[in-house]
Antibody, heavy 125, light 107 residues
Framework: EVQLVESGGGLVQPGGSLRVSCAAS????????MNWVRQAPGKGLEWVSR????????YYADSVKGRFTISRDNSKGTLYLQMNSLRVEDTAVYYC??????????????????WGTGTTVTVSS | DIQMTQSPSSLSASVGDRVTITCRAS??????LNWYQQKPGTAPKLLIY???SLHSGVPSRFSGSGFGTDFTLTISSLQPEDFATYYC?????????FGGGTKVEIK
């Protein structure tokens, strides 16, 4: 069964750090780019970051650039998000999501087809 | 950044109703538009990709259409399990952006 399971969430003070993880199973992890998407309480979805299958390319939302670092260990089938200088507004459920694609007449269409259950990060004093 | 605007933000409908949700992009995104369904306390699920392609396992009562800046998600006959929040997402450029969501509630 294809599955993503996040862990590592918790309560942290403003300015603190936290690392969340996402364990993948049931598919060839290294063949897929992976994303982090977050959802603040009662709010919509916000894309946070993406990493290529080999880990060589990373992308970030402006709201987290310079503070968060995405990485992966393909030998362990695990995705990470290191979050530093945390702010109250980073409070959210953090989901990892697999990036898949379909080719239509030489055009690649990307989508997030597998999502984890989420891990909650609360930034509060 | 490309802004995605959904309307309405919420709607009330009855089982069996035809429901239409609209998503508008701030610039042309061709067909790089996906739709997700999210139920309370759970992760989003992919419904439609490339504006109109039905994801595997998704019931055929769901359909998507549109190109450029204007897109539509239609549920042809609303079922009890369809009461949820729906999000559009553009994948034309980074940063990926989502619409604000449309909550479909029971009338």
């Amino acid at each position: 069964e294809v599955q993503l399971v996040e862990s590592g969430g918790g309560l942290v003070q403003p300015g603190g750090s936290l690392r969340v993880s996402c364990a993948a199973s049931g598919f060839t992890f290294s063949s897929y780019d992976m994303n982090w998407v977050r959802q603040a309480p009662g709010k919509g979805l916000e894309w946070v970051s993406r990493i290529s299958g080999g880990g060589g390319s990373t992308y970030y939302a402006d709201s987290v650039k310079g503070r968060f670092t995405i990485s992966r260990d393909n030998s362990k089938g695990t995705l990470y998000l290191q979050m530093n200088s945390l702010r109250v507004e980073d409070t959210a459920v953090y989901y990892c999501a697999r990036r898949s694609s379909t080719v239509v007449i030489n055009y690649y269409f990307y989508y997030m087809d597998v999502w984890g259950t989420g891990t909650t990060v609360t930034v509060s004093s | 950044d490309i802004q995605m605007t959904q309307s309405p933000s919420s709607l009330s409908a009855s089982v069996g109703d035809r429901v239409t949700i609209t998503c508008r992009a701030s610039q042309s995104i061709s067909s790089y538009l996906n739709w997700y369904q999210q139920k309370p306390g759970t992760a989003p699920k992919l419904l439609i990709y490339a504006a109109s392609s039905l994801h595997s396992g998704v019931p055929s009562r769901f359909s998507g259409s549109g190109f450029g800046t204007d897109f539509t998600l239609t549920i042809s006959s609303l079922q009890p399990e369809d009461f949820a929040t729906y999000y559009c997402q553009q994948t034309y450029s980074t940063p990926l952006t989502f619409g604000g969501g449309t909550k479909v509630e029971i009338k």
